[in-house]
């Protein structure tokens, strides 16, 4: 007889793997909205940091009123080591956009949850499936792309591989609808939706201005002015994090075989210079 999965318990902490740029979103938009996190990445500076950047975030997110005023913040705790996923509602890992690196931490947590713990994978374009190769239990994995930054954009797409489960899905959008969340569920594939198209297009805008078309200001006014694009897709590109973005393009470019995703020498360069966009104060933009 197979017992039926704990359903998603707000009681628990969620764990999220990794304090960067979406780790501390995640984290931000989960407390904001009462629950407690557990944050976990192998660099305890990146935990230190993580930790100011979590309470400058919920002080903003407030102000924007993106957080549901009367809810008393979630507790956060922090470590370098996964064990706390053994006791987590669910574990969401946010960790650098590498397969390997990602397929062996998946791995370890999927030992030490109890069966049934939704596992979330944050990717912005490795598939699901070829994640779910690595974990105890195949059925327990889910894509959810939280967009950047998680407590400003209400929707998220969320990603069912083939072998995700029906109970792991009811869980997931159980989650979402505690963090306020529009989920829009769509099937596996390198890049799914968003990244398929949002990230060779930001490369094409990057290409323009290489061949010396235009400046990074002027494609990013052009696109909102014209076009409708919120930001600009470079300056979405440096909200995103360039070396991000780089190893997201190779993703899809070695998985699809799209020569429009193999990412352009400007977009090396400005990573290879340590330009990695608003988290390093420059990218084609300057931050400080
Ligand atoms: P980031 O480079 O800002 O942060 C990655 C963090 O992971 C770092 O702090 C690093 O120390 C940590 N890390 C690396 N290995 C680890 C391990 N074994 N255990 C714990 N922590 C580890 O990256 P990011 O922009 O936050 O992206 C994280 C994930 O979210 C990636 O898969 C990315 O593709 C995806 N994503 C990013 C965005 C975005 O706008 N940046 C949007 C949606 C999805």
């Known amino acids: 007889?197979?017992?039926?999965?704990?359903?998603?318990?707000?009681?628990?902490?969620?764990?999220?793997?990794?304090?960067?740029?979406?780790?501390?979103?995640?984290?931000?938009?989960?407390?904001?909205?009462?629950?407690?996190?557990h944050l976990v990445d192998v660099d305890p500076e990146r935990l230190t940091r993580a930790r100011d950047r979590i309470a400058e975030e919920l002080r903003l997110a407030h102000l924007l009123g993106a957080l549901p005023p009367d809810t008393a913040p979630g507790e956060l705790t922090t470590g370098t080591g996964t064990d706390?996923?053994?006791g987590a509602a669910a574990v969401i890992e946010a960790i650098t956009e590498n397969?390997?690196?990602?397929?062996?931490?998946?791995?370890?947590?999927?030992?030490l949850v109890r069966p049934g713990t939704p596992l979330i994978t944050n990717t912005s374009s490795i598939p699901v499936d070829e994640l779910a190769g690595a974990v105890e239990r195949p059925a327990e994995l889910v894509g959810t792309h939280f967009m950047n930054p998680?407590?400003?954009?209400?929707t998220a797409e969320v990603i069912?591989?083939?072998?995700?489960?029906?109970?792991?899905?009811?869980?997931?959008?159980?989650?979402?609808?505690?963090?306020?969340?529009?989920?829009?569920?769509?099937?596996?594939?390198?890049g799914f939706v968003t990244s398929r198209i949002l990230?060779?297009?930001?490369?094409?805008a990057a290409r323009v201005v290489e061949?010396?078309?235009?400046?990074?200001?002027?494609?990013?006014?052009?696109?909102?002015?014209?076009?409708?694009?919120?930001?600009?897709?470079?300056?979405?590109?440096?909200?995103?994090?360039?070396?991000?973005?780089?190893?997201?393009?190779?993703?899809?470019?070695?998985?699809?075989?799209d020569e429009g995703?193999?990412?352009?020498?400007?977009l090396l360069r400005l990573v290879r210079e340590g330009r990695h966009g608003r988290k390093s104060g420059s990218g084609f933009y300057d931050y400080h």
């Open 199 to 204: 990230h060779p297009m930001i490369n094409d």
């Open 84 to 86: 706390p996923a053994a």
């Open 1 to 37: 007889m197979t017992t039926a999965p704990p359903p998603y318990d707000p009681a628990n902490p969620l764990v999220v793997l990794g304090a960067g740029v979406m780790g501390v979103g995640i984290t931000t938009l989960a407390l904001g909205h009462g629950l407690p996190v």
């Open 261 to 266: 995703c193999r990412p352009c020498e400007l």
């Open 211 to 257: 061949q010396g078309t235009a400046t990074a200001e002027a494609v990013d006014t052009l696109m909102q002015g014209c076009l409708g694009h919120p930001t600009g897709p470079l300056r979405t590109a440096d909200l995103i994090g360039l070396d991000n973005l780089v190893d997201s393009l190779w993703v899809l470019h070695e998985r699809t075989g």
């Open 99 to 111: 397969a390997e690196l990602k397929a062996k931490v998946l791995a370890e947590v999927s030992a």
């Open 150 to 154: 998680p407590y400003l954009i209400r």
């Open 160 to 190: 069912r591989g083939r072998r995700t489960g029906d109970p792991v899905m009811a869980s997931v959008a159980s989650l979402l609808a505690a963090l306020r969340r529009e989920a829009v569920v769509v099937r596996d594939a390198p």
